[in-house]
């Protein structure tokens, strides 16, 4: 009888002591950290990244340029939002003067500028329209001279229809007209939509 009574006695502390090396070993399992995936870091670092990305971008982003830089002058056009700035007006072959000139559109909205489609249209923007046409005048000499025309149509800048542009963008126009004599330095340059841009150096 005594014998029976040790062995079950053994048996309680042999179970006993597996289940507290069992419930150990549980523990540790519950706190270990699984290996780390490479392809999860990868994309949260990724997705970390954008938005600082994001930013650099922006504060990149083009500005409108300055349009005091390299103009000759400047002047508001009959459409608000919408700037001339004059170029150069230099002497070239065949005693003629070209007149070169930028329009930009400082606005946050679409401009357009010509949207007509007969064949003058095209060259409506840097020669001007019948009775409000482009023109220089030699104040000396007191004469006005029209753009050149060959074959009928103005010797300017020609444009596809419509003319349209988009905030912050520009567009370079020229016309050619008869050159007054050497000796006449300055000229006037009449645009259409612009005040009268007087006074101007002539580049030889």
């Not at 990149?60 to 608000?80: F, V």
């Not at 400082?106 to 409000?132: F, I, R």
Request: aromatic residues 8%.
């Amino acid at each position: 009888m005594m014998r029976n009574w040790k062995t079950y006695l053994l048996a309680i502390v042999v179970f006993s002591t597996a289940a507290i090396g069992l419930a150990s070993c549980n523990n540790n399992t519950g706190t270990t950290q699984a290996p780390a995936d490479p392809v999860a870091e990868g994309r949260e670092a990724q997705a970390s990244a954008t938005p600082q990305e994001t930013i650099g971008e922006e504060d990149n982003e083009t500005k409108p340029q300055n349009q005091t830089e390299k103009s000759l002058a400047i002047e508001p056009y009959e459409i608000e939002g919408v700037v001339v700035s004059l170029l150069n007006v230099k002497r070239s072959s065949g005693n003629t003067l070209n007149v070169y000139w930028k329009m930009t559109n400082t606005s946050a909205e679409d401009k357009t500028l010509v949207k007509c489609y007969a064949w003058y249209c095209a060259y409506q923007l840097a020669a001007g329209a019948h009775g409000n046409g482009t023109y220089i005048i030699d104040s000396i000499n007191q004469k006005k001279h029209l753009v050149v025309r060959a074959n009928k149509k103005p010797v300017a800048s020609r444009f596809k229809m419509p003319i349209i542009l988009s905030p912050n963008s520009s567009i370079n126009v020229w016309a050619k007209f008869p050159a007054p004599p050497a000796d006449v330095k300055t000229v006037s340059i009449y645009l259409p939509g612009v005040a009268p841009i007087e006074d101007i150096r002539i580049t030889e």
